[in-house]
T-cell receptor, first 112, second 111 residues
Framework: QQKVQQSPESLIVPEGGMASLNCTSS?????YFWWYRQHSGKSPKMLM?????GEKEEGRFTVHLNKASLHTSLHIRDSQPSDSALYLC????????????FGAGTRLKVIA | EAAVTQSPRNKVAVTGGKVTLSCNQT?????MYWYRQDTGHGLRLIHY???????EKGDIPDGYKASRPSQENFSLILELATPSQTSVYFC??????????FGAGTRLSVL
């Protein structure tokens, strides 16, 4: 069974600080990684995706992917209280079934 | 943005009763999914579908059935509900290998 491990389970950062979240898949056939953000009481919404080795930046958010180690990380700079949420990592394969497997998530709290 | 509608939003059921959770999408997406979310487990896949008439087992299908009678509708059925099925259930849809769009969720309590 495909598994996605996320760390840390929870994270507290000061407003304006940097938050770093990690995610690793145990499935060597995974090709795509996704980061979803879920605010309390809401449904998950896609934040960023990455399919190729390297780095991708969108505003304050940067995602890295190392396909050899099946590891992705999400970095949030200049963190804001509105970034406080559950961050979910998902992985999917390029071929065959179109299952999206999620990790347990990292709960981020940004304190003013 | 793609729209996914779940009903009901909240449901209280009795142990041994039958529960049907409904999901409707008007995005013409082929793929639809049912997840449950429990603290410490993230989102766990119950059933999914590639299109009308198809259903596939996810990672935790035991105790659940699914039905996809049309492109737009995907239902999750608990024939004999148990307290361990108390959870928040999310439906999602996507075109192949694309962003998942989630419904607002259904909070189910089985007493």
């Amino acid at each position: 069974q495909q598994k996605v491990q996320q760390s840390p389970e929870s994270l507290i950062v000061p407003e304006g600080g940097m938050a770093s979240l990690n995610c690793t898949s145990s499935d060597r056939n995974v090709d795509y990684f996704w980061w979803y953000r879920q605010h309390s009481g809401k449904s998950p919404k896609m934040l960023m995706s990455i399919f190729s080795n390297g780095e991708k930046e969108e505003g304050r958010f940067t995602v890295h992917l190392n396909k050899a180690s099946l590891h992705t990380s999400l970095h949030i700079r200049d963190s804001q209280p509105s970034d406080s949420a559950l961050y979910l990592c998902a992985a999917s394969r390029n071929t065959g079934n179109y299952k999206y497997v999620f990790g347990a998530g990292t709960r981020l709290k940004v304190i003013a | 943005e793609a729209a996914v509608t779940q009903s009901p939003r909240n449901k209280v059921a009795v142990t041994g009763g039958k529960v049907t959770l409904s999901c409707n999408q008007t995005n013409n997406h082929n793929n639809m999914y049912w997840y449950r979310q429990d603290t410490g487990h993230g989102l766990r896949l119950i059933h999914y579908s590639y299109g009308a008439g198809s259903t596939e087992k996810g990672d935790i299908p035991d105790g659940y059935k699914a039905s996809r009678p049309s492109q737009e509708n995907f239902s999750l059925i608990l024939e004999l509900a148990t307290p361990s099925q108390t959870s928040v259930y999310f439906c999602a849809s996507t075109a192949s290998q694309n962003t998942l769009y989630f419904g607002a969720g259904t909070r189910l309590s089985v007493l």
